[in-house]
């Protein structure tokens, strides 16, 4: 289906809205049909579900595709109810006759048929916490069975590190082991977490998955991409604007995306720095309200700190005197307990060249307002 705005803010429909990224969809496809499970470890926005989706559109057609979203599961039942769920809405194409025999195979939750927003039924699991493994334990099962050629991707993995069961990860490992015929994709945007699990001897996913991460996208390749389109409407499109948008968000292609998707919608083109800018004043405009409720939300050290970055960044030493000083900060114990508590909510981001506030239209409205 041809888009009314070619530039996407979320989801995937296929390769015409999806901007290069050729090289890590073959490495992806590669590591999966040379039976290897992959790791994809990138800061937010940078594209790693988008990928995803791209090597499962290129990926022969003998594959089944199973892809869920882990971000909002807070223990194993709710792990075990989402991965049931996607892993059966994928292989089952029959629901109801489905559900009839899945009663057998499942004895430890009831699955069910729900209806779901998108119109299109899905099954869904009962799953009380102590039958979260048996839940899990019979998904495996049900694989084994299917033998099916299969790719699981399981985004925001490092969600299993917060769930009060230590052992998801030995537990996954060891289902998946049993089953070389289905492979893995796990994806993370907590770098840290991501490589602990799986670079660290400690934790059981050690080395046992090829290793991905994702830069942005090449700056000449996006902006032939988005040439390609506005110049296709008749509209104009300087490099130079392209690049102060590539520049001032480094590339990172959600906030790219976002400002081409407005200065489509206001028919404008990418004619100068000038419009470009107004676009994004535009855009951190209508987040106003969010942005000040999430500001007063924290401490006022937190709020000193997160409008010092916004105003220096990228910072490589926030603790460093001069630049406590300078912003008028409290003293640097301080500072580092308002650093760390906005490291682990994702406010504040440790890029290559230092601390930047992770959402960048936020940065923006920070340097505006504080
Ligand atoms: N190569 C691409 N070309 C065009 N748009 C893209 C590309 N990759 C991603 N996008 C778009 O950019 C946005 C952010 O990408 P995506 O959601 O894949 O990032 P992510 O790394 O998974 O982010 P998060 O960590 O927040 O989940 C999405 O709207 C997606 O449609
Ligand atoms: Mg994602």
Redesign the pocket.
Known sequence: MKLNNP??????CGPE?????QKETSQLVDSLVNEGDVTLI?????????????AFHVLPQEYTRVYLDI?STRNLAEFSKEFASAVLGALETKLEKAAHNLAKLFRSCRPTIVPTESGLPKFSFDVVPSAAEATLQETFDYLAKKKRRVIVAI??FQQVLDYPEKGTEALLRSLMQRLPWVRFIF?G?RQHLMREMFLSPKHPFYQSTDIMS?KP?DQDVYCR?AKRFFTAKRKPFRAEAFSSIYNRFDGV??YV?MVLRRLWAEDAGVPDVKTVDDAVENIVLTRTFEYRDLLNSRSKAEQALLAAVAKDGPVAEPLAGDFIARHGLRAASTVASALKHLKRDDLLYQAEQGYVVYDRFFGVWLKETC
């Not at 809205?17 to 990224?21: A, I, Q, T």
């Open positions: 530039f996407l803010v979320r989801g995937y809205y999806f901007c290069d990224r990138a800061p937010r926005r940078y594209g790693k579900t988008g990928l995803i989706h791209n971000y985004d925001e994806s945007s994702l996208i991409f292609t959600w995306q």
